[in-house]
């Protein structure tokens, strides 16, 4: 290098210079970018996460068995447990929900999933097991009913810790690109235990000495769901941030507009389904539809909500669009919805019933995950427990409601139409009645059409949870540049980056 070259300053070095402050550290800062990243908060996505969420299906869908399973056979079960025994062991779920509910949302907050689970796992199997032992030999036939009372109230309480474990399962151990169809394998198990009970169930039963095979059909998989613990490591940073205590998130829930009109909707539309479901045979019944039909518009109803709700759990899951998928599912469901019950008036059109039908579960069980998502998305970092919870109970109010509609607004059927009825058993049956649906059609078509209504107008939606993690992510790869810069860099004392270099 010769001197006519002329001094380098240190600007003109290709190398990054870093002055020491006195005390040795960077002088720029550079320190607190390590501290920075430091702190960063650690995410792992763990490879059980889909055995945990096996279990939770496992555990929704047995449970749901073992709730509907009598109903089906309730004539034989009737005859082995007693004279409405069928109707009770079926209502004794409902009965624990709401009370038991309020509970499991403080515990599932305060205890953590991995004590949900443990509670929904073991009395679901207890209870599963006393029912076992109602319908053995050696028991009393007086003693048989008490004690698969006693055995259907135990895996009732499991119930309301079920409700809300698919998504916080989905929250706690899915990353953001696959909760949602995380939560629609959790939720769409509780549909596929209403049929599977739908089919299973008279299979089974063929006379009142069967009833014990239902029993153990039920208690085996019961028995065997698997009890796993959360993840040390979480796998988003929304799963990682700390939760409102079960308190503060009751009031954050039913402080936000938004949230107060998705579980209005969201409980309308559950409790509207569920309500079609239970009074199928009624409908259909009075305009000369066997129960076979009515049993085939039902399976069709849950089979498309399959397919639908898992479409859209992976359609949202890419996209993001939980609003639009929402408002749009749920609009096209109630007008199958509303179309299917004008048609159930009529006598003749059984092809057009199970194709409304059809369409009415792919759309309307489509909502179901999504929106649980949203409930979660709009009251983040309120625990999903809570938030979740307070959906479904919302749901199982509204189903008594609207069968309480269904059923009291209901008028007795005109006589010209008496031939056409295939509700009486015999020509003097006084127990199953048909009626005349027209008016209870019209409130409930109503009420549908306001709560799309609501939910298309009123629901604007902020994606709190997405948001965070989108923050944390970006903060988290400026950190990331940030190291990998530091890495490259040479650090030499203060006085050699301002002095000149001089040839020798």
């Known amino acids: 290098m010769g001197a006519d070259d002329g001094p380098i300053s240190a600007e003109q070095v290709d190398i990054r210079l870093q002055p020491l402050n006195k005390s040795g550290a960077h002088a720029d800062g550079a320190e607190g970018a390590d501290e920075e990243i430091g702190d960063q908060i650690q995410l792992r996505v763990y490879k059980q996460r889909w055995i945990v969420l096996l279990t939770v299906a496992l555990l929704n869908n047995t449970n749901t068995m073992s709730w509907i399973g009598y109903a089906p056979s309730g004539n034989y079960v009737n005859s082995f447990y007693g004279e409405s025994s ?37 009395t679901n199997g207890i209870g ?15 003693l048989r009913f008490p004690i698969c009372m006693t055995g259907q109230g135990i895996a009732a309480i499991a119930y309301p810790f079920i409700m809300f474990l698919p998504t916080k399962v989905a929250g706690s151990w899915f990353p953001d690109t696959q909760r949602a169809i995380a939560t629609t394998i959790g939720v769409m198990s509780n549909p596929l235990g209403v049929l599977m009970a739908n089919l299973i169930s ?12 239902l029993n ?69 019944c009075p305009s000369g539809y066997s129960n076979f039909f009515s049993g085939v518009c039902a399976a069709l109803m849950i089979v498309g909500g399959v397919f639908g709700a898992a479409a859209s759990g992976f359609f949202v899951d890419r996209t993001k669009l939980y609003e639009e998928t929402l408002k749009i599912a749920l609009g096209a469901a109630v007008i199958f919805g509303l ?3 004008q048609l159930t008036l009529h006598q003749g059109l059984s092809v057009f019933l199970a194709i409304t039908c059809l369409f009415f579960g792919v759309l309307g069980l489509a909502t179901y995950p999504i929106g ?133």
Request: proline letters at 6%; charged letters at 15%; aromatic letters at 8%.
């Open 372 to 504: 649980l998502e949203l409930a979660s998305e709009c009251t983040f970092p309120v625990s999903e427990a809570t938030s979740t919870g307070l959906i479904v109970l919302s749901g199982q109010i509204q189903s008594v409601i609207y069968v309480f509609i269904m059923k009291n607004f209901a008028r007795p059927l005109q006589p010209d139409r008496m031939h056409i009825q295939v509700c009486q058993l015999t020509p003097d049956d006084t127990v199953n009645t048909p009626k005349d649906n027209t008016m209870s059609i019209m409130i409930f078509s109503l009420l549908a059409t306001l709560l799309v209504l609501a939910l298309v107008v009123l629901f604007k939606p902020v994606y709190k949870r997405l948001e965070a993690e989108r923050g944390n992510r970006a903060t988290a790869d400026k950190a990331k540049e940030l190291s990998n810069q530091n890495k490259d860099r040479i650090t030499l004392q203060a006085e050699s980056a301002v002095q000149p270099l001089q040839e020798k």
């Open 86 to 122: 069928a109707a009770w062991l079926s209502m004794i779920y409902m009965l624990c929900t709401i009370p038991v509910g309020l509970f499991a949302m403080w515990a599932g907050r305060e205890w953590g999933l991995r004590t949900a689970i443990l509670i929904a796992g073991w």
């Open 202 to 213: 008279p299979a089974i039963v063929k006379s009142p000495d069967h009833v014990i095979w």
């Open 216 to 284: 153990i059909f039920t208690c085996v998989p019961s028995l065997a769901a698997m009890l796993i613990a959360t993840p040390k490591i979480p796998p988003t940073f929304s799963a990682s941030k700390p939760q409102m205590d079960f308190v503060s998130g009751m009031k954050s829930c039913f402080s936000s507009k938004q949230y107060i009109i998705l579980l209005i909707v969201m409980g309308g539309g559950i409790g509207m389904f569920n309500c079609l479901y239970t009074v199928m045979l009624e409908l259909l």
């Open 339 to 341: 179309i299917f019950l």
């Open 128 to 142: 599963a097991v006393i029912r076992v032992i109602s319908s053995l030999d050696f028991v009393p036939e007086d």
